[in-house]
């Protein structure tokens, strides 16, 4: 298996920059000079100096609601919970009511990824003496146990979208150490890491394109063209990216794999992987069109260290697909310029 492996940190900080705006604030300007001996160190330090940004902008609040004993009533009570309770014995009466406290999601999460640090010995000594010395501005936060599905429940509003770039980095710092610490096989930290940078992969060519172009930047819905109005148990298309100037339109579909091409013996020919294309081709065979709309499709691998890359162009009943791969382990440059090239393509 062809690994994505050993992308420089450099750049994996730079795609950080693009994915999240928040890297280009004043308190981070240090981090984009530093060198690294790893991206635990990257993500590392970035926390040392992003908790604290947080923590001088207040930690975040929300309603909670609270259930206990009480002699004073409010809220309301809980009958059910009094007399399972057998709490009028003592005079007291279970009630539930809300709450305006620390004690969310994302400030939990926060605790428990510094109660995790401060202990590792993956982190250098000085590293986990920060991470230790931040622990008593969430005395009010509960500890939970850190785990992956954690994550899964977190949701962002206006109000505390700027805990998202600290949220995140805490996760793919968490990452890292938890497959460095297992014993997983192999086979089974590569597809871990797989999944994590490929996240971020997305997130950077989003932004990227934000960025450094003019085209409209989204990631819509593709919307199933059913003839009867009939789409119960159809599979959700959401799309990465999706490029528009002047009626024409560019669905992109990010990928980053081990394998970009695969064969079906050993000595082969290595042939683009089958579901890659029929996603790409249903995406653009869905879309609804303006009149006169042009549409094609971009598979955008990111590149591998196998023989075989792909970097094709079809035409497949009218439907323009093109298919390319991105180094990331060139200079950062380079990337910027293949990125604004591959869409050319297209657009030019």
Not at 184 to 204: G, I, P, T, W
Request: charged share 25%.
């Amino acid at each position: 298996m062809e690994r994505n492996n050993n992308i420089p940190i450099r750049n994996i900080y730079y795609m950080l920059s693009y994915a999240y705006r928040t890297l280009n604030l004043s308190e981070y300007k240090q981090v984009g000079t530093e060198n690294f001996e790893n991206v635990k160190e990257l993500y590392a330090e970035i926390l040392s100096i992003g908790i604290p940004v947080l923590i001088r902008g207040g930690l975040s609040k929300d309603y909670i609601s609270v259930e206990e004993t009480s002699n004073v009533i409010k809220g309301k009570i809980d009958i059910n919970a009094t007399i399972k309770k057998n709490s009028l014995v003592n005079k007291k009466v279970a009630v539930v009511y809300d709450e305006f406290s620390e004690n969310i999601l994302l400030n939990q999460i926060i605790k428990a990824t510094l109660v995790y640090l401060s202990r590792s010995n993956k982190i250098s000594l000085k590293m986990r003496k920060v991470f230790y010395g931040l622990l008593p501005y969430f005395t009010e936060v509960s500890d939970v146990e850190l785990d992956l599905k954690l994550w899964k429940n977190v949701r962002y509003n206006r109000q505390n979208i700027r805990y998202q770039f600290i949220v995140d980095v805490c996760r793919y710092l968490y990452e890292q150490l938890l497959f460095d610490e297992s014993s997983a096989s192999q086979m089974m930290k590569e597809v871990q890491d797989e999944q994590r940078l490929s996240s971020l992969y997305e997130k950077f060519t989003y932004a990227f394109f934000q960025r450094e172009t003019k085209y409209k930047v989204s990631h819509p819905q593709i919307y199933w063209s059913v003839d009867d109005g009939f789409t119960d148990a159809l599979p959700i298309m959401q799309t990465d990216l999706v490029l528009q100037k002047d009626k024409r339109t560019l669905i992109v579909d990010t990928k980053f794999y081990s394998e970009n091409m695969v064969a079906r013996f050993k000595g082969g020919a290595a042939k683009q992987v089958s579901g890659n294309l029929y996603q790409i081709f249903t995406y653009i065979n869905n879309w609804k069109k303006i009149p006169d709309e042009t549409v094609a499709g971009m598979l955008l691998y990111a590149k591998t260290t196998a023989l075989n890359q792909p970097n094709h162009i079809y035409n497949i009943k009218g439907n323009q697909i093109f298919v390319v791969s991105l180094d990331l382990h060139q200079d950062f440059s380079g990337i910027k310029e293949n990125l604004l090239a591959y869409a050319n393509q297209f657009f030019a």
